[in-house]
Nanobody, 121 residues
Framework: QLVESGGGSVLAGGSLRLSCTTS????????MGWLRQAPGKEREVIAA????????YYAESVKGRFTMTRDNAKRTAYLEMNSLKPEDTAIYYC????????????????WGQGTRVIVSS
């Protein structure tokens, strides 16, 4: 099970931190990612972490503004989002998977319910 929280409404240039609290089995999966789906658009991977190999991927649209971290003791992953733009408005999901680099939504087997982020100008 994965449960996201931390979404909300912010002005452009602001910041939010999303959290994803997971079950033990989900947290131990080798791949964890953050994805988003904007209105009228396909779901996209914005950050993916293969934690055992210390590999983190960021989509170009968020690179340098978003940071994905994890707290092993709390079984929680975070997405720190800075310098938010109106085009970041979307529902944000955390998800886990196994045997891939996680650059595509199909790489993920289990998903949270999502948390909505609205960025206004």
């Amino acid at each position: 099970q994965l449960v996201e929280s931390g979404g909300g409404s912010v002005l452009a240039g602001g910041s939010l931190r999303l959290s994803c609290t997971t079950s033990a089995s989900a947290f131990d999966r080798p791949l964890m990612g953050w994805l988003r789906q904007a209105p009228g658009k396909e779901r996209e991977v914005i950050a993916a972490n293969r934690w055992a190999e210390h590999i983190t991927y960021y989509a170009e649209s968020v690179k340098g503004r978003f940071t994905m971290t994890r707290d092993n003791a709390k079984r929680t992953a975070y997405l720190e989002m800075n310098s938010l733009k109106p085009e970041d408005t979307a529902i944000y999901y955390c998800a886990v998977g196994s045997g891939s680099m996680g650059h595509h939504p199909a790489d993920y087997a289990f998903w949270g319910q999502g948390t909505r982020v609205i960025v206004s100008s």
